[in-house]
């Protein structure tokens, strides 16, 4: 630093360059920790919510079941062809929305009668015990339903219940017209009588779920979700 005669103070401006790229170069290091720090932790975060919001949906849906059976004293029938389930990654699709919402127009899209022929080809069953038709209450016991927790397969016609969250392709079963639909359709699985059953005496019901790098099962066997990979 350098004074004049006019009491003018000079300072040496190579030694404010210098000091200016160290504290740079230090900010930087500073914020690749942070980074290094925050992004698995958002991640965590958000493959924690997002397991979270499927398990909701999972226990809305077997109190629904539950609520039906408690009513019409049994469970609602499951997929006819599915009585040996053998592999858990297949999907059959069931006639359960229907049967958990009262099979009447509470739901905006469902503007046109379902066909039982449609019914019988997609599930082996004739009929929705849940309507007046089959002296049934009709009752909605699932709730209002949003547009992202139903979904019609592009093969089988059959309105299904699904989660908004991408999952493994099934091995087998309907496939689902994306492009139609223009969001992503999962299915949830529902088994209430096939010989290979977890839950002996009640239903299963699971779904499969990406959650970043693994596949997570949501089901009503565990009370934590199952890492398939």
Not at 11 to 31: A, H, P, T
Request: glycine share 6%; hydrophobic share 40%.
């Amino acid at each position: 630093m350098k004074r004049s005669k006019f009491n003018i103070v000079f300072y040496d401006r190579s030694w404010k360059v210098g000091f200016s790229l160290i504290e740079l170069l230090v900010v930087i290091s500073i914020i690749a920790l942070l980074v290094a720090l925050i992004v698995p932790f958002t991640a965590r975060v958000f493959a924690k919510r997002t397991i979270t919001r499927v398990q909701m949906e999972l226990f809305k849906l077997d109190s629904a079941i539950e609520s039906y059976k408690a009513t019409l004293g049994v469970y609602p029938p499951g997929n006819l062809f599915a009585n040996r389930w053998t592999n858990r990654s297949e999907h059959f699709p069931t006639t359960l929305f229907y049967e958990l919402t009262g099979c009447t127009n509470n739901v905006d899209v469902m503007n046109t009668p379902i066909k039982i022929a449609d019914l019988k080809v997609a599930t082996g069953n004739e009929a929705i015990l849940n309507s007046p038709e089959m002296g049934g209450p009709g009752r909605n016991f699932f709730g209002p339903v949003r547009p992202d927790q139903h979904a019609v397969p592009s093969t089988s016609k059959i309105r299904e219940f699904v989660v908004n969250v991408p999952g493994p392709e099934p091995t087998s079963g309907p496939v689902y017209d994306l492009e139609k639909e223009g969001r992503i359709v999962n299915p949830w699985n529902y088994d209430p009588s096939s010989t290979n059953k977890i839950n002996a005496d009640r239903f299963d019901l699971w779904v499969d779920i990406f959650v970043g790098k693994r596949i997570y099962r949501i089901c009503n066997w565990s009370p934590e979700p199952v890492i398939l990979r």
